[in-house]
């Protein structure tokens, strides 16, 4: 079955400590995002990519890195620059950027700051 | 900065009623449409979407998109205590040259259906 996997489901990250998270698609999509989710505050955009070899900047992309070597991975590096990494992240995408459809979700990944 | 607001809720309705969500958006440019619902610990997943003026029905689900007003809804019918969940709001702006841009989500609706 197609879809996007994230992993790890759960990760603790120490401070100053930088952490990755994957997201590994099969369904052949051009575009990926990041988002991250806070209670109360929605999904908010942390870097985008159209297509293979390129990613832009979201709306809360500071402390955030970010690599699209390939059409089906686009891992998150959550640096320690950024202060308050504790979050939902997920891991989305759309058949391309220009489509106007929706976006697929993984399962997501809890970051927890220890 | 474009905006998709929601009431936050909660919205309790008992079950078997009508469920009706709102959202509003700010740029009347706006093509594409969407609801996700997102159930505790869970990721978003798309139940409707709609393109056009008017009303588009899928099973118990209804949206209503009203451009003029800047308005979509979801209408829920025969509501079921297993659609209790935040209801989230997302529109696709369009971006200078007219190509799509990213979705931007409201904040989401909770919804609680009491058996």
């Known amino acids: 079955d197609g879809g996007i996997t994230q992993s790890p489901k759960y990760l603790f990250r120490k401070e100053g400590q930088n952490v990755t998270l994957s997201c590994e698609q099969n369904?052949?999509?051009?575009?990926m995002y990041w988002y991250r989710q806070d209670p109360g505050q929605g999904l908010r955009l942390i870097y985008y990519s159209q297509i293979v070899n390129d990613f832009q900047k979201g709306d809360i992309a500071e402390g955030y890195s970010v690599s699209r070597e390939k059409k089906e991975s686009f891992p998150l590096t959550v640096t320690s620059a950024q202060k308050n990494p504790t979050a939902f992240y997920l891991c989305?995408?759309?058949?391309?950027?220009?489509?106007?459809?929706?976006?697929?979700f993984g399962s997501g990944t809890r970051l927890t700051v220890v | 900065q474009k905006e998709v607001e929601q009431n936050s809720g909660p919205l309790s309705v008992p079950e078997g009623a009508i469920a009706s969500l709102n959202c509003t958006y700010s740029?009347?440019?706006?093509?594409?449409f969407f609801w996700y619902r997102q159930y505790s610990g869970k990721s978003p997943e798309l139940i409707m979407f709609i393109y056009s003026n008017g009303d588009k029905e899928d099973g118990r689900f209804t949206a209503q998109l009203n451009k003029a007003s800047q308005y979509v809804s979801l209408l829920i019918r025969d509501s079921q205590p297993s659609d209790s969940a935040t209801y989230l709001c997302a529109v696709n702006f369009f971006g200078s040259g007219g190509s799509n841009y990213k979705l931007t989500f409201g904040k989401g609706t909770l919804l609680t259906v009491n058996p």
């Open positions: 740029d009347r440019g706006s093509q594409s």
């Open positions: 369904l052949n999509h051009d575009a």
């Open positions: 989305a995408s759309s058949i391309d950027f220009n489509s106007g459809e929706g976006y697929t």
